[in-house]
């Protein structure tokens, strides 16, 4: 069993910045791919940013330029840095690490972004 669990949520102005980070830990031989989700209320959700084992990067168009992605294979961890918010960006984001198999998921953590 694979447990993930994510931090770093929590209400910012406009412009400003948060960090989330996930860490994966359990039964765990090799991560393929780390990720960020995020869902608003009412909207489906939909993919923030992925980050594969070899250290490739897929962003959503909304976000590219503002948000970065990084992972540390040693440390079963992945981070989003967000900068320059916006209050479109208030969601619920949640992690996403795909041990092949399966895929697991953190139990999501709150953005707010005020205008």
């Known amino acids: 069993q694979v447990q993930v669990v994510e931090s770093g949520g929590g209400l910012v102005q406009a412009g400003g910045s948060l960090r989330l980070s996930c860490a994966a830990s359990?039964?765990?031989?090799?991560?393929?791919?780390m990720g960020w989700y995020r869902q608003a209320p009412g909207k489906p959700r939909e993919l923030v940013a992925i980050?594969?084992?070899?250290?490739?990067?897929n962003f959503a168009d909304s976000v590219k330029g503002r948000f970065t992605i990084s992972r540390d294979n040693a440390k079963n961890t992945v981070h989003l840095q967000m900068n320059s918010l916006k209050p479109e960006d208030t969601a619920v984001y949640y992690c996403?690490?795909?041990?092949?198999?399966?895929?697991?998921w953190g139990q999501g953590t709150q953005v707010t972004v005020s205008s």
């Open positions: 980050i594969t084992s070899g250290g490739n990067r």
């Open positions: 359990g039964s765990i031989v090799s991560i393929n791919s």
């Open positions: 996403n690490v795909i041990v092949v198999p399966r895929a697991y």
